[in-house]
């Protein structure tokens, strides 16, 4: 079997979120490669709780419960004052009013926590905490890490992972789709069955992505690449694009970054 639970990181495994970084600017990789810690405690992705074990994995579901309860009291308050023409009832109607909108506010807030996320499916692991119980590892193709949930859809195990921005026209980015499909071929070793697609799902909508075999070539191709570049002393930018190096978080100490060259006019 390739994939188990690991008490230190091997040398050179790649995490999930490199095949991303990589994608999207290999000097950005290498850049942040010289501060990425070498123990599995402290590596970024450390750190998951099955659903249902745990405040975080119970969190949304108490959320739903709590809207729900303020809803049905506060119109169940409003339908009695309705109902009842003897005394007044101006403070029940007033209390009656609050619970109503505490609850829509409850789970209009859930709601933007949450993105778009489709809780359809039977949520069978989340990412929370700092535990390394549920970290995956493939020495065969030496990857390392988890999605941020898997879903359970008719008996399909799907990786999901979330993303801070939406999805645009444009599509989703090649590195997008390359750390979604290290996820998939985690899940896959994990559970020595195909898995077919994954998620990746933005803030205004989710996005399925098929795991076939042209994504998984490129995958592969992507983590022999990383395992080549891993060996150089530095590690040339890769794109000509001054919108991303605008946006790198090593614009200020990359010799090669376009930002400084290309100022957008005002």
């Known amino acids: 079997m390739h994939v188990r639970y690991a008490d230190k990181m091997p040398p050179r495994y790649i995490r999930a979120a490199e095949v991303g970084s990589f994608t999207f600017c290999r000097r950005a990789w290498f850049l942040e490669r010289q501060h990425q810690p070498t123990d599995l405690a402290e590596a970024p992705e450390a750190g998951a709780r099955r659903a249902g074990r745990g405040p975080a994995a119970r969190k949304s579901p108490s959320t739903a419960r709590l809207s729900l309860l303020l809803l049905v009291l506060g119109i169940a308050g409003i339908a009695w004052v309705a109902t009842d023409q003897d005394g007044n009832k101006t403070a029940l109607l007033f209390a009656s009013t609050v619970f109503v909108a505490l609850g829509v506010l409850v789970r209009v ?60 026209p444009s599509g989703p980015h090649e590195s997008e789709r390359l750390q979604l499909a290290a996820c998939c071929l985690l899940l896959e070793e994990r559970e020595r069955r195909p898995v077919h697609r994954g998620r990746l799902q933005y803030q205004n909508t989710g996005l399925d992505i098929t795991f076939d075999e042209a994504l998984r070539r490129n995958l592969l191709a992507t983590l022999a690449a990383i395992q080549v570049s891993a060996d ?9 694009s001054p919108a991303r190096c605008r946006g790198c978080a090593f614009r200020m100490q990359c010799t090669e970054s376009l930002a400084l060259r290309s100022t957008p006019n005002p």
């Open 232 to 240: 150089l002393a530095d590690v040339r930018r890769s794109h000509p």
């Open 109 to 168: 807030a859930a709601k933007s926590q949450g993105g778009a996320f489709d809780l359809s499916g039977e949520i069978l692991y989340t990412y929370a905490g700092r535990s390394t119980v549920d970290l995956l590892v493939s020495d065969r193709c030496h990857l390392i890490g988890r999605p941020d949930f898997v879903l359970e859809e008719h008996g399909e195990h799907i990786p999901v992972e979330r993303k801070d921005r939406m999805l645009t």
